[in-house]
């Protein structure tokens, strides 16, 4: 079975992309596909696709996802790196994706067919997908999260609407436009529609978000503006697929919650490092199961999985371990923000947390920091510098870009 199998079997009639530069029926995007595939070249077993618009992403994807020149999913920061051509291809895989390249050198995550495919029936379930869904995506097929989403919406027949642009106003209005009743958004772009919405979207149903924090209140600022839906958050990972999740009727104000697993698979806690232990059929090629990320975790007595930060964010502060994750999160839930990034700044002899924080509603003090992490952070763990900006840098996944932030630091004269 191909992908593209999926495509050919829907109605041809029915929509089954929309975006800001074209429209598809299932039976125009597989047209496209097959005029693609005839292009490819039999001397290469690697197709590097790195376009600018989810349209062209998606078709060359198909129409090479099958192919002996299997397509990989390259974001702009991991093409810079000059992927090898010469780069060894499973024999079995179909597609690829490269990591972002942002926090190191980027690789490449093999898949074939049934690691993805055979967990749509599970996740479209829970996700509420059916043939009626219209979901609203933003970003580049090269976050894994999307690409995930347009293959299991299209393989049931379902309609995508997919934004290029990072416009809010414009998301709300193609929301209203084409009746869009499913949305798929991290959190940090989720939180922007409460901001400037002036009216309720009523035809909304579900609400699907992943790769970020999210607690009740949270959620249920969200459902102001869309209060027919249901909002499921999601923790995942590229190598291993959707790993657990959990519904706003079960979330509480501890956004460390990411809820219970999926049907088929396993997690557990490795009793002397904290970290999160997976096992599930729906990993990528080439790596062993069970399986840790490094992230770090706790069971608690409901069987909901806590997620608290990766090994990565565990600093040295004066001799002190520090998780800088924990101080986000607290920050978020104590201090009137919407986002911050807590880096180490060196001054001196000293390491010094320094926090970047956007849309406070108020000014952002030492002051004010102590007094309201006090209760809930040590000295050490609470940052000496605060500084405020209009919007935190983002990757192409949406997620915060530190090195970008460490450089526009740098730029103010805050080192």
Known sequence: ????????????????????????????????????????????????????????????????????????????????????????????????????????????????????????????????????????????????????????????????????????????????????????????????LPQIAHHQYMTVHHIISGSQAMGKQQAQWVQQIFPQSEVILYYGASELNYITYIKDADMTEDRSVVGKPFPGVDVTIDRQTQDIVVMTPYHVLHVSVPMSLHDRGYIDAKGNLHFLGRRGDICNINGKHISLYRIEQTMCEHVPIREVAVLVQHHGHADVLTAVVSGASVPITRTMLWKRLRPYLQDDEIPKVCISIDRLPKNESGKIDRQALKKYISAIGMT
């Open 1 to 192: 079975m191909q992908y593209l199998d999926m495509i050919q079997k829907q109605p041809a009639h029915k929509t089954a992309l929309i975006t800001e530069t074209a429209i598809y029926t299932y039976g125009e995007l597989w047209r496209e596909a097959m005029n693609i595939r005839t292009t490819i070249s039999p001397d290469e077993a690697v197709h590097y696709i790195n376009s600018t618009t989810i349209a062209d992403q998606l078709c060359q994807f198909l129409a090479y996802s099958g192919s002996h020149d299997v397509p990989v999913m390259a974001t702009a920061v991991s093409m810079l790196q000059k992927p090898s051509p010469l780069v060894e291809v499973p024999s079995e895989a179909c597609m690829g994706v490269m990591t972002s390249g942002s926090t190191g050198p980027s690789k490449i995550l093999w898949r074939d067919v049934a690691s993805w495919a055979d967990f749509f029936p599970i996740q479209n379930h829970i996700f509420g997908i059916t043939e009626q869904t219209i979901l609203l995506c933003q970003g580049s097929l090269a976050f894994t999260g999307n690409l995930n989403l347009y293959l299991s919406v299209l393989s049931v027949g379902g309609t995508i609407v997919g934004i290029d642009s990072f416009r809010p106003k414009t998301w709300l209005s193609y929301i209203e436009t084409y009746q869009v009743n499913a949305i798929y958004l991290i959190p940090a772009k989720l939180f922007l």
